[in-house]
């Protein structure tokens, strides 16, 4: 394994789609890009404004180094994750909850073995077996979310492409004109003020957009939460709306 790339080089492409979760929510996977890497520059240097710089890693024999060689390539001395500027402030100061949070693709050995038999039972065939029940649970409470998205003009799907869009984490954004017409920090002050009445009536947590990606909300649809909950989530949604925009 070599590293053949330049650093910033942007002519083919641009780090920041790697990581941005406004292209992610966009677009999509950067799937073209990744595409461009594994055939030219498979170990590339990215130095992305706004995020921590990292190697990106594109061919599987590649990955496959990296992972037999924890003692040179730490999951769990850094971490995996790229963050932003503001994360990495967080975490420096200790107010960041990705500093409290840890799982199995934060570790090494041979603590993650130790997790990873846990687990594996669920990628069994009989495990995998379950998957359809699953999917099936998130389908339905990402449609209760669209549903409300449909009917609600001050919201819309982050994704204008349905077939991008997440059943498990969906990201919305506020839309339409009074929101619209405020400037970028205007509507940031906006979404914090609407998430705070939230959270002060113990509806929701943290489900404010993150800090790259435009104002809205990110709901979490995964199978293990109930329809009954999000479907009495929304009118929670219409009344803090109103709160915010009461006068």
């Known amino acids: 394994m070599t590293a053949t790339s330049s ?5 083919e492409v641009n780090p920041l789609d790697l990581v941005s979760p406004h292209y992610y929510g966009e677009f999509g996977p950067p799937h073209k890009q990744w595409s461009w890497l594994r055939d030219n520059e498979p170990v590339y240097w990215c130095d992305p404004p706004g995020f921590e710089h990292f190697w990106a890693i594109t ?22 994750v790229v963050l932003n500027d503001q994360q990495v402030a967080d975490r420096t100061n200790n107010q960041s909850p990705l500093s409290q949070m840890r799982t199995i693709i934060t570790m090494d050995p041979p603590e993650h ?15 995998i077996g379950g ?17 409300f998205v449909q009917s609600s003009p001050w919201l819309g ?11 498990t984490s969906v990201c919305l954004k506020l839309s339409g004109p009074k929101v619209t017409a405020l400037d970028t920090d205007a509507q940031a ?10 959270d002060d009536e113990g509806v929701a947590n943290d489900i404010g957009s993150y800090r790259d990606a435009p104002p809205g909300l990110r709901i979490w649809c995964g199978a293990t939460v109930e ?9 929670w949604l219409d009344w803090a709306w109103a709160q915010v925009n009461a006068g």
């Open 7 to 11: 650093r910033n080089r942007t002519d």
């Open 59 to 80: 061919r599987h024999e590649d990955i496959i180094e990296v992972s037999s060689q924890p003692d040179v390539f730490s999951n769990e001395a850094k971490g995996i």
């Open 113 to 127: 073995r130790l997790y990873r038999k846990l687990a594996s039972g669920f990628f069994t065939p009989k495990g």
């Open 131 to 147: 998957l359809d029940a699953l999917v099936a649970r998130a389908d339905a409470n990402a449609a209760v979310i669209d549903r």
């Open 157 to 167: 799907h982050l994704a204008t492409d349905a077939a991008r869009r997440s059943n």
């Open 189 to 198: 002050a906006l979404l914090k003020k609407f998430t705070k009445l939230l």
């Open 227 to 235: 329809k009954s909950s999000l479907e009495a989530l929304t009118p």
